[in-house]
């Protein structure tokens, strides 16, 4: 039988009005969604809410705790606030400031829907969006106007390291594939501009010995 974590089950009771509560497992503890938007997380126990601006006025009156978690040996912290006993005795006001995370991310989905990142895309981390940004790349637009194949010239010319896997990684972050799951012929020719491109590099230029 599957066990069931008490403060998932509470916060289901309390926040009902909010509409069906899913959890999911996360940072080894749990994340709250209503039809798949994550409002608030579980850890240790503790229920912490997404900030919010109605939830940052109640700090100011009231200061809770932010999630802390250790991530590569360093401690982190989360733009989420713990509901201590207080406010868990306080159901219409904890049920105003849940709804207010709830709303608040929703409307950071639409916005990042609307005006998607390059990390947003599928393939593209961080490291490649700031990757990019040095090389002039500086929006999704950007990167589609462009293309796979000029914006990897573009990563090559500040990063010798850049690699085939870099190229399917753009193609696919254009067309919307997974690098792995790019069509064979697609791999194919993105294969052969690429050997075609290293070749013409390693030429020695006329006239040298």
């Not at 500040?158 to 990684?169: D, S």
Request: proline share 5%.
């Amino acid at each position: 039988m599957k066990k069931v974590n008490p403060v998932v089950e509470r916060s289901r009771a309390c926040l009902a009005p909010l509409g069906p509560i899913e959890s999911r497992t996360q940072f080894g503890g749990y994340a709250l969604a209503v039809e798949s938007v994550v409002f608030a997380l579980i850890n240790k126990d503790e229920l912490y809410l997404r900030a919010s601006e109605p939830l940052r006025q109640y700090i100011t009156e009231r200061p809770l705790q932010p999630l802390i978690f250790r991530k590569r040996g360093k401690l982190v912290s989360l733009n989420y606030f713990r509901v201590d006993e207080t406010l868990w005795h306080d159901a219409e006001h904890l049920l105003a400031l849940s709804a207010a995370s709830l709303e608040t991310a929703q409307l950071e989905l639409e916005d990042r829907h609307a005006s998607p990142r390059l990390k947003d895309l599928p393939n593209l981390s961080v490291r490649m969006e700031m990757m990019l940004y040095e090389a002039g790349v500086l929006s999704v637009n950007h990167l589609y106007q462009m293309g796979a194949k000029r914006c990897w010239l573009k990563l090559k010319a500040i990063n010798q390291h850049v690699g085939f896997q870099t190229l399917l990684a753009l193609q696919g972050a254009i067309t919307g594939h997974h690098a792995a799951a790019l069509p064979q012929a697609t791999r194919a020719e993105l294969n052969a501009w690429f050997q075609r491109t290293l070749l013409s590099k390693a030429e020695p230029r006329g006239g040298e010995g």
